[in-house]
């Protein structure tokens, strides 16, 4: 085994999983230009196809991005003003700002602390004659407790969209992520543990009119029976085909990412053993995909500091939660002590697929040792 070279644990390297991939890569592109067919297509259509059915649902509606997604499957759904969404705080921004664009009101609310995530519980207690949906986030590769979130909105008429640009291939119960809501909008960021070679989204549903509606909208609003014809006020986000493909490829080495993924977060947790690192909680039932290996610490910032002395590249998601930015704070009606206490203690550590053992042990060392450091052990 190659021992650890002097600061040198990336925080995320693609390059390890695309050098695997880079024969069939390159085919991709020499095709793409070879066709010069780049907006939609075949292309596009089988992607679409093949996601949808990884996620168990019927249709899937390339985008332009995660946010674009959000928003159009909103706004496909009939959402805009007058409507509330409830958003748990502890979600990256473009879950809020999906939802001000589609023209409905957010409603920020806590989450709970363990795995911080949103529950039916927070559901119950943000519902106003106004509510219209909830947004469940499957934060850092977890899924959320879908039974118990579908069963707060079945109580009180609501949709369930889920956010799952954080959980490709992660399950509830033994049933996919995407198959529960109304629809649900996915992420192909480069760093997603399904990426594209830039921005890229999907919305996936099992309800055909949802599919066709959000496809318009995301097309300048044209009519699926002549294109020369827009049917609504609309906007321009659709999936490249060059993308498409990049993320076809991509999608036969998933699953296997993906164990890589559950393996190293298995290391950490055997690991760091300390009693001033919190993990995120485990629930009976949920098959996470390890996005993110995200441990909670005192002196937060002292301890990043520290890491990156001894070469460990780290990240914070989220340094403030939603309502906590100035442009969103109106959004929650008080404080959300659990996403704020949280905040303030969240480190994300080195996780993607091609890392080493002996990057793993490293980290981990040096995070204990940062902690020894820092408060005497």
């Known amino acids: 085994m190659r021992p650890v070279a002097e600061g040198s644990v990336p925080f995320l390297d693609l390059g390890r999983s695309h050098a695997a991939l880079a024969d069939e890569l390159d085919s991709v592109w020499r095709s793409s230009v070879e066709q010069s067919a780049f907006i939609g297509g075949a292309t596009v259509e089988r992607f679409e196809r093949h996601w949808a059915a990884r996620c168990e649902s019927l249709h899937a509606v390339g985008v332009g991005n995660g946010t674009d997604a959000i928003e159009l499957g909103l706004r496909a759904m009939g959402l805009g003003p007058g409507d ?15 939802v001000i664009r589609a023209g409905a009101t957010p409603v920020l609310v806590d ?68 198959s529960f809501g109304a629809f649900a909008a996915f992420s192909f960021y480069p760093g997603k543990n399904l990426g594209a070679m830039g921005d890229a989204g999907a919305v996936v549903t099992s309800d055909a009119a949802l599919a066709e509606r959000a496809r318009a909208l995301g097309n300048h609003g044209r009519s699926r029976h002549d294109h020369n014809e827009h049917d609504l006020v609309a906007m321009n986000s659709r999936l490249d085909a060059l993308q498409a493909a990049v993320l076809d490829v991509k999608l036969t080495s998933l699953s296997r990412w993906n164990e890589e993924r559950r393996a190293l977060a298995a290391a950490y947790r055997e690991l760091l053993v300390h009693p001033a690192i919190e993990h995120l909680g485990a629930a009976e039932g949920a098959e996470p995909v390890h996005h993110l290996e995200v441990v909670r610490v005192p002196c937060r910032d002292l301890v990043r500091a520290e890491l990156s002395r001894r070469g460990v590249a780290t990240g914070i998601h989220y340094k403030r939660p939603c309502h906590l930015n100035p442009p969103y704070a109106a959004f929650a009606e008080g404080p959300l002590p659990v996403c704020e206490e949280a905040s303030e203690r969240m480190i994300s550590l080195p996780i993607f697929p091609g890392m080493r053992e002996d990057e793993v042990e490293h980290v981990c060392s040096s995070l204990l040792a940062a902690l020894a450091a820092l408060h005497g052990g």
């Open 84 to 98: 509330e969404v409830i958003v748990p705080s502890n979600t990256f921004i473009a879950t809020v700002e999906a």
């Open 111 to 178: 989450v709970e602390p363990s795995r911080l995530l949103l529950t039916g519980e927070h559901v119950r207690a943000a519902v106003t004659r106004r509510t219209a949906a909830v947004i469940a986030v499957h934060l850092y590769g977890q899924p959320v407790d879908a039974d118990d979130l579908a069963a707060a909105c079945n109580a009180h008429g609501l949709a369930l969209v889920e956010d799952a640009a954080q959980a490709h291939l992660a399950r509830w119960r033994g049933r996919g992520v995407g």
